[in-house]
């Protein structure tokens, strides 16, 4: 065999494999021992790690997809069609990876198949089910033309381009859904969730930070596969995601502070506590901050600086969905939760199994397109002689 074929050794995969090591370990664990033995879960805290993280942080960060393609196909910005492909493989991937880290928090995950025939349409749990199961399909659909021109499939080409505003659109009102259905939730629990986070507006306000991460996300996923691929960067685009972005976390801030004020939230402020400096980290690293900086032009228009605004507000939507998951929580429940190593250990190993599924579809697949789809199908001039 020749050596030089072997794949390079480096930190970055060394560190990898030591991941997906722990992350296999732990698995087992969780598996064979129970959620007991590799938790930190309690009954007075059944919550952790797995679904704060996991699930509620991870949907939303793969809330670029439907933005992208509502961007593309509804409004017909077809300039954004470079960075929409890279997108949607991040949201499959994510939706996915979503679906396997459910598996660890469910008590019987063979069960997990239950919703498909045992309908219970008064709970939300059974919406967001019905609609991240809908929308991973949606997904499928919407990446499998990079499949198709791999294998030279023009037959289905044909077929997925023919019903591509169909599907995009059937994924947009998926998302709406299951996006703001996250938030609903925790209206179940108003005398629990401290009223920095609690808000009968939840499932908008998670419905309209999915859209601005989203937005983030391809900033900060286009940044890394320049770098990591020798690309690049589609600056000018990605700039103008950053002026929308700006908009959609005013737009945020403004109903967030107008509701606090109307529930007269902030008079918490007043008290010293871990509530409180949370919640001023995630309003100033996540809002204020990237807001100012993206309203400026030559910010905006740096690689640098709107890298930095993206990671900014993913930090910012990360401390929110933490904060309302576990954080706002822990003071009513008079539990304090800090996630065993084995359950950060699994969370490490599905984010670092999408940066490894990621560059492989980049690696076999048509994922970086150069030029929008013209009136006549990319089959149709590969067909002629």
């Known amino acids: 065999m020749n050596g030089s074929k072997l794949p390079k050794i480096t930190f970055w995969r060394a560190l990898l494999v030591v991941i997906l090591a722990a992350g296999f370990y732990s698995t087992v664990l969780r598996f064979v021992k129970g959620l007991g033995a590799s938790t930190n879960l309690s009954d007075q805290f059944p919550w952790g790690l797995w679904i704060g993280f996991d699930v509620l942080c991870g949907v939303g960060l793969a809330a670029g997809g439907f933005t992208l393609a509502a961007i593309v196909y509804v409004f017909h910005l077809d300039r954004f069609h470079a960075v929409l492909r890279p997108s949607i493989l991040t949201a499959f991937l994510g939706y996915g990876l979503v679906a396997v880290a459910l598996l660890f928090d469910l008590g019987r995950p063979y069960r997990i198949w239950h919703p498909l025939v045992m309908w219970n349409p008064h709970s939300v749990m059974f919406e967001v089910a019905w609609c991240v199961m809908l929308y991973l399909t949606v997904l499928a659909l919407e990446f499998s033309p990079a499949v198709f021109e791999r294998f030279r499939l023009h037959g289905p080409l044909r ?28 209206l179940i629990v108003p005398e629990k969730l401290h009223p920095y986070w609690y808000s009968p507006l939840l499932p908008v306000f998670f419905f309209i930070s999915a859209v601005g991460v989203g937005l983030a996300m391809v ?15 589609e600056l000018p685009l990605l700039a103008v995601l950053g002026k929308g972005m700006a908009v959609v976390l005013m ?29 001023v980290l995630e309003i100033v690293v996540g809002l ?27 930090t910012g939507f990360l401390l929110n969905r933490l904060n309302v998951s576990i954080s706002g929580l822990e003071f009513s429940a008079h539990a304090h939760y800090f996630p065993r190593w084995t359950e950060l ?33 990319v089959v149709a001039r590969a067909s002629r002689p």
């Open 219 to 233: 900033i900060f996923e286009s940044n890394l596969s320049a770098r990591a691929f020798g690309r690049e960067i």
């Open 345 to 377: 250990a699994v969370t490490l190993s599905i984010v670092g199994m999408g940066f490894l599924l990621f560059s492989l579809g980049v690696r076999y697949f048509n994922v970086f397109e150069v030029h929008a789809p013209s009136a006549e199908p």
């Open 288 to 314: 204020f901050l990237p807001m100012v900086m993206l309203f400026i032009r030559r910010v905006r228009e740096n690689r640098e600086g709107l890298f930095a605004a993206a990671v900014l507000v993913i």
């Open 159 to 186: 077929l997925i381009h023919s019903v591509t505003i169909p599907l995009v659109i059937a994924g947009v009102l998926l998302s709406t859904l299951h996006q703001s259905s996250l938030g609903s939730l925790f």
């Open 251 to 279: 737009l945020y801030g403004i109903l967030r502070f107008q509701d606090l004020v109307a529930r007269h939230a902030l008079v918490h402020l007043r008290e010293a506590s871990t509530e409180t400096l949370l919640f």
